[in-house]
């Protein structure tokens, strides 16, 4: 009974709440994934940087994009010095900090890339984990919107690069400055209006969940959910109100006629001239370069990150509808977004420097590829080694001696290297997905040979009757024997079936 | 006043200590040396697996291979629950962890792969930094040598592939039960023995550093070194320490002849013998695969980790000689090691689970492959874009035109999206190490031309005097107009000089 006792573990294997290991499969399409976005991002000239996992906590700030999650959100700790740090909860910031501390030595303006993993200490939920990946583009220190433009031109070759056929995707343009205008317009510009102004950026913000008519609620009088919950509304005239949706719903026809929509919808206002300027600018660049067939449109229902971006934002976002677990229709939705943002640099520099840039959230885009079966995620490379038996413990060098010809060859292949019985080893051939086992017991060995078993024709042959015609045919292809110096060249024919 | 002192930077821009940022040419040559030896793995049949960067602190335990680093070395920190998590020190325990939550799911044998950055929040110093990546490799459930076996001969194949010659490296094999074994016959067996035993252990883990004669010290009377600073010794009988060194000393020419030796040293020990058994066993596959040929070597001077490892213990070395910053002859030794450990997964599953694994210290081998010049780190692939010069503000779409038309053909090209001018753009399109500039001013504009600039003739033009018999010819490749339609192929012929 002692024994039993201190046999007794220890310690719990769990993965934390939120974390989520990784298997051949995902890691190799993820791989092949962000393989086709780096190059695509090469190609237009922006480079790669990768900074570290850790930050000076006071490097990393409080510039979560979304406002509902506080600071406390970011996974902090001290080091042997008593310094705050942090792991980074985005690529955003870091690499601010990065373009400050190294600002002499970068060629401005700076387009580069960089993916990894990012980490936020909140309680996990369905699709939300505490560690997930991104893949961010920037352009520190160009003012012009062409970099904008660029940027979505990029996003949009990015997505039929990895297989969303045209019409699939679009990359919808806002800009914060028509937003702005179209608040001053509607008489919420001046210091004591802040708070109603983010009351209103809210409001909108739910316009895709409430549609336009929960919106007015929430910009008017107010709002009482399904449960009964009452939010506070921004109590606005019903000009302004209606002010703000009309600009919500000006998408015309194509770029120019949404462009000369907010040109009205933001009167007089000079910044939200401005904006509409920069809109126009856009559109005509994407346009020329025949993006503007649907693949980069302006929106001005565009409004994720609008409280925090201060010029163009855009969002690209996938138009199919894919099945859900359930078999209900979905959509995924937006895969990335970004925009225009100053201050960041700002904090390390004490002068503005301009910066545009665009974040991809690589599981759900990895979602919607699977999800329409991308031909970029091939799963040919998946299949599992070729195994070789132990037949006799005392001929293990020759079975290396097999696999070694094997993997000269290129082939992969892997010797069972566990105590089992002959049907234990081909059942975890089996299992690790082997195209063929490779077996020798001493008859073949006398003779020479050695027998070549294809897993997948054995696996026919197992589910068909004996009545079939070519049942001997497949019988003799599923099994067969050859001459030892013959072994490389009937595995590969296994392979090439 | 106000205004100045409004623009002092709030934060300083600061990378914490033991930490890196990398660049372009960093990162692509790591991704190659990466890929290159996932390749090989695979072809060996392993796997690869993710596991995420946080652990339950208890998961990790105090499991850091060198003890001389306690657990306080990890970065811990409590969730929104306050239960206590920690960034992995290594890959080992966190594969533990994967391989008992998922035990009934996974094949066994497990043969698996991981590479990722780990954690250390230690006092960093020069080459010792706080993140650092490894890249793994273990066998979990088979208790065969041949699987040791198989990770050294995998261990020298990753080498070669890397670019390394044979002959410039070595896997050297020893076992940690021959070295218990020896302890034994030198009469340092039993549970009282053990406090001695760790001495004895770290004594000859300072054998590269201190020689025979410094172990001969330190397993005798103590020794003092050049600062004055006196360390106790293990007190052991001559006779003793003799057998200790000649165990140490045992490499013979061959395999086959250390074995012999090491029989002898461990004498009537049962645990030594079944070492011995295990290194011949060993020694005998790679013999048979052809790696016996120096490739794959015994050698009982291997004792890095004995103190953790529980059966065969190996290391990859690299032999060649380079220069070292200062110019100095220096050699990179060890670039990995690995063996065998039980008690990990036990640890959760209350059971022995037999494991063996291989570590790569990544950066390490990244700088010895530079150091020779590896032909995998090609560094073709970092060639800057072709920029497209704005000469005109207003042409901005029609430069952008021109950008669309050398990606689409599949040349990397970017627009400048700065504010400077023409020759603060030629001095950008240098710093970005771009092979040539676009020009067209309005004179070009009005012709239809375009004019292209090699900039790596120019700077050879720069260079030269004018007397040159070549410098017209020169000078009319370094820059030339062709109408706008045939600027790829202009392009293409700029990058293919």
Redesign the interface.
């Known amino acids: 009974m002692t024994d039993s006792q201190d046999?007794?573990?220890?310690?719990?294997?769990?993965?934390?709440r939120g974390?989520?290991?990784?298997?051949?499969a995902e890691?190799?399409a993820t791989q092949r994934m962000m393989q086709a976005i780096r190059e695509t991002y090469?190609?237009?000239?922006f480079?790669?940087?990768?900074?570290?996992?850790?930050?000076?906590t006071?490097?990393l700030?409080k510039f979560l994009p979304d406002l509902d999650r506080p600071n406390e959100g970011v996974?902090?700790?001290q080091?042997?010095d008593e310094?705050w740090?942090s792991?980074r909860y985005d690529l955003t910031a870091p690499l601010?900090?990065?373009v400050?501390?190294?600002y002499e030595r970068i060629?401005?303006?700076y387009?580069s890339y960089r993916a990894g993993?990012v980490?936020r200490?909140?309680?996990p939920g369905p699709g939300r984990f505490?560690?997930f990946m991104q893949f961010d583009a920037d352009?520190v220190?160009?003012?012009?919107v062409?970099?904008d433009?660029?940027i979505c031109?990029m996003a949009a070759?990015t997505l039929e690069r990895l297989g969303v056929g045209r019409g699939d995707y679009v990359v919808k343009v806002n800009n914060r400055k028509v937003l702005d205008g179209v608040l001053e317009a509607a008489g919420l510009a001046g210091e004591g209006r802040a708070a109603q102004r983010l009351i209103v950026l809210r409001a909108i913000d739910k316009l895709d969940r409430l549609g336009p008519e929960g919106v007015r609620l929430l910009l008017g009088p107010g709002r009482k959910d399904e449960s009964g919950d009452f939010t506070k509304g921004a109590d606005l005239a019903a000009s302004a109100i209606e002010r703000i949706i009309a600009f919500t719903q000006a998408r015309a026809a194509d770029n120019a006629g949404t462009v000369g929509r907010l040109a009205d919808a933001v009167g007089a206002s000079e910044r939200g001239q401005e904006g509409v300027r920069e809109l126009r600018e856009i559109a005509?660049?994407c346009d020329?370069?025949?993006y503007g067939d649907g693949r980069v449109t302006i929106d001005p229902a565009v409004v994720r990150g609008l409280e925090y971006y201060t010029g163009p934002v855009y969002e690209a976002e996938l138009l199919f509808e894919a099945k859900d677990e359930a078999g209900r229709p979905m959509r995924f939705g937006s895969v990335g977004g970004g925009g225009r943002y100053d201050g960041l640099v700002?904090?390390?520099?004490?002068?503005p420097v301009p910066a545009t840039g665009f974040s991809v959230g690589v599981s759900r885009l990895l979602a919607a590829l699977q999800a329409i079966k991308s031909p970029i995620l091939d799963a040919q490379a998946l299949r599992?080694?070729v195994?070789v038996l132990v037949m006799d413990k005392d001929q293990?060098?020759?079975y290396?001696?097999f696999v070694?010809r094997l993997?000269a060859a290129?082939?992969?292949?892997?010797?069972?290297?566990?105590?089992a019985g002959m049907n234990a080893q081909l059942k975890?051939a089996d299992?690790?997905n082997a195209p063929c086992a490779v077996i020798q017991g001493s008859n073949e060995r006398e003779k020479g040979e050695v027998t070549i078993r294809d897993l997948a024709l054995g696996a026919q042959l197992a589910a068909a009757t004996k009545d079939r015609a070519d049942y001997l045919e497949l019988r003799q292809r599923a099994q067969f024997s050859v001459s030892e110096d013959r072994l490389v060249e009937a595995v590969r024919e296994v392979l090439g079936r």
């Open positions: 046999q007794k573990p220890s310690v719990k294997a769990r993965l934390p974390l989520a290991d990784r298997g051949p890691i190799a090469e190609l237009y000239g480079e790669a940087v990768e900074t570290p996992f850790i930050e000076y006071e490097a700030g996974f902090s700790f080091d042997d310094q740090l792991l601010a900090r990065y400050a501390e190294n060629a401005k303006p387009r993993y980490f200490n909140e309680k505490r560690q352009t220190g160009s003012a012009s062409a970099a433009a660029e031109m070759d005509d660049l020329a370069a025949g700002a904090r390390f520099r004490g002068e599992g080694p195994v293990v060098a020759r290396q001696g070694a993997r290129g082939v992969r292949a892997e010797m069972y290297l566990g105590a975890y299992r690790r």
